[in-house]
């Protein structure tokens, strides 16, 4: 069975830095693309920032471009989201996803990933 659980969230004032993890198990963890994606109540799932299997290749939506970091350790089945500079706006609930690939394509299309974690919140004052 298949697991995604996400850990790190907080309550953090403007300015300061968050660093999310995601654990999985019941996969092999180096064949999986990975995502960050957040959503607010309300709203649409938000790709974030997405990873390829090897970790060679990353991509980040233009809203934390230059402030957050994906990374990835395939021997610890752990990925993280390093986030500095944190923003009001950031604050939503982080969600981590993973899809089987064969390729290093990556995406940060909530329709491309299978496996979903309950998610870890994340709030920013002012």
């Known amino acids: 069975q298949v697991q995604v659980v996400e850990s790190g969230g907080g309550l953090v004032q403007a300015g300061e830095s968050l660093r999310l993890s995601c654990t999985t198990s019941?996969?092999?963890?180096?064949?999986?693309?990975m995502g960050w994606f957040r959503q607010a109540p309300g709203k649409e799932r938000e790709g974030v920032s997405g990873?390829?299997?090897?970790?060679?290749?990353?991509t980040y939506a233009d809203s934390v471009q230059g402030r957050f970091t994906i990374s990835r350790d395939n021997a610890k089945n752990t990925l993280y989201l390093q986030m500095n500079s944190l923003k009001p706006e950031d604050t939503d609930m982080y969600y981590c996803?993973?899809?089987?690939?064969?390729?290093?394509?990556?995406?940060?299309?909530?329709?491309?990933?299978?496996?979903w974690g309950q998610g870890t919140q994340v709030t920013v004052t002012s």
């Open positions: 019941g996969l092999t963890f180096g064949d999986y693309r």
């Open positions: 996803a993973a899809r089987v690939t064969y390729t290093e394509y990556i995406t940060l299309s909530p329709a491309d990933y299978d496996y």
């Open positions: 990873i390829s299997r090897s970790g060679a290749r990353t």
